[in-house]
């Protein structure tokens, strides 16, 4: 298989709804452009999608063809990891957690060390 993008970034949310903003803003604005983001909406009964959605729809719809919204039941954090790996296509994987935020350039190094490696 041959792979879209140098790297999928994958982030299940599941209420963070105090969150998601601040991580979302963060993984959307990477400095790496070869990046896929997925999103996997564990079955989230907060306002965390709409939040997400909206920022995506209102800053980031530029980036809209990189990015998946994956919709499932709640079954938690490494189910939803799993949904996320069957929907990537990079040739790496980052998972990040949608509680916290990443620098700007987080994939960026990541990718570095990866290709030094």
């Known amino acids: 298989m041959t792979n879209r993008y140098k790297i999928s ?4 949310i599941y ?4 969150y998601i903003r601040q991580f979302a803003e963060s993984a959307l604005a990477q400095s790496y452009d070869d990046v896929q983001f997925i999103f996997v909406n564990d079955g989230t009964k907060d306002r965390s999608m709409e939040i997400l959605n909206t920022l995506i729809e209102e ?7 990189r ?7 709640n079954g938690g954090l490494p189910s939803a ?3 996320g790996l069957e929907r990537a296509e990079g040739e790496y994987i ?3 957690d ?15 060390v990866a290709e030094r490696t």
Do not use: Y
């Open 81 to 83: 990891r799993k949904a």
């Open 15 to 18: 209420g963070v709804e105090p």
């Open 59 to 65: 800053k980031f719809s530029h980036l809209k063809e």
């Open 9 to 12: 970034l994958i982030a299940p």
């Open 98 to 112: 949608s509680d916290d935020w990443l620098d700007t350039n987080a994939v960026e190094k990541v990718m570095a």
């Open 67 to 73: 990015i998946v919204i994956v919709n499932k039941e």
């Open 94 to 96: 980052l998972f990040a």
